[in-house]
Nanobody
Framework: QVQLVESGGGLVQPGGSLRLSCAASGSILSLNAMGWYRQASGKERELVAT???????NYVDSVKGRFTISRDNAKKTVYLQMNSLKPEDTAVYYC???????????????WGKGTLVTVSS
């Protein structure tokens, strides 16, 4: 069974940094495009950043220059380095990605359960 498990969330002061990790486990052959989403209380889930299998990245305007998405294909892990955090970055952050699983000939999309990031003084 494939799982995406996020870690690294927590409470941080404004201006601080956090690094989120998303580890994929299970009978995985490879990861395709991966992304981080977030959902603040009372708001819809929004896309934060994406990274292709080749390493091309894209960001929502509100995090450009502050957040960096990266991946380690050997470890089947995706990261989100978040710097200069603001209170408006407070949200549950979710990992999402397309995974090629043993025995299945196409990429399937999976979600993690999320990790809470709280930016507050």
């Amino acid at each position: 069974q494939v799982q995406l498990v996020e870690s690294g969330g927590g409470l941080v002061q404004p201006g601080g940094s956090l690094r989120l990790s998303c580890a994929a486990s299970g009978s995985i052959l490879s990861l395709n495009a991966m992304g981080w989403y977030r959902q603040a209380s009372g708001k819809e889930r929004e896309l934060v950043a994406t990274i292709t299998s080749g390493g091309s990245t894209n960001y929502v305007d509100s995090v450009k220059g502050r957040f960096t998405i990266s991946r380690d294909n050997a470890k089947k892990t995706v990261y989100l380095q978040m710097n200069s955090l603001k209170p408006e970055d407070t949200a549950v952050y979710y990992c999402n990605g397309d995974v090629l699983v043993h025995g299945i000939s196409y990429f399937r999309n999976y979600w993690g359960k999320g990790t809470l990031v709280t930016v507050s003084s």
